[in-house]
């Protein structure tokens, strides 16, 4: 079992997992204006760099906690 604070960061990883691969989706749809284009790709880049944050809180955790089960 995780700890209660990895669950937290898994819970919160998965939730901007899930915003970033939405925002991803729609970039691949989007058949805006390259204005619009620009600004959706930015904005999946900023839930990227989020989504790569909030996985390294996770496994910074892991680390310092040693509660890393491997899965
Ligand atoms: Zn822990």
Partial sequence: ????TAQLLLVNY????MEYF?????LANLV???DEFEVAQRYAQQL?????????AL????????CN???
Avoid: Q
Wanted: aromatic residues 0%; glycine residues 8%; contains cysteine.
């Fill in 48 to 56: 990227h760099a989020k989504c790569r944050e909030a996985l390294s």
């Fill in 22 to 26: 939405g925002a991803a989706d729609d």
């Fill in 1 to 4: 079992m995780e700890c209660a």
């Fill in 14 to 17: 998965s939730a901007v997992a």
């Fill in 69 to 71: 089960r491997a899965t």
């Fill in 59 to 66: 496994e910074k955790h892991r680390l310092e906690h040693g």
């Fill in 32 to 34: 805006g204006s390259k």
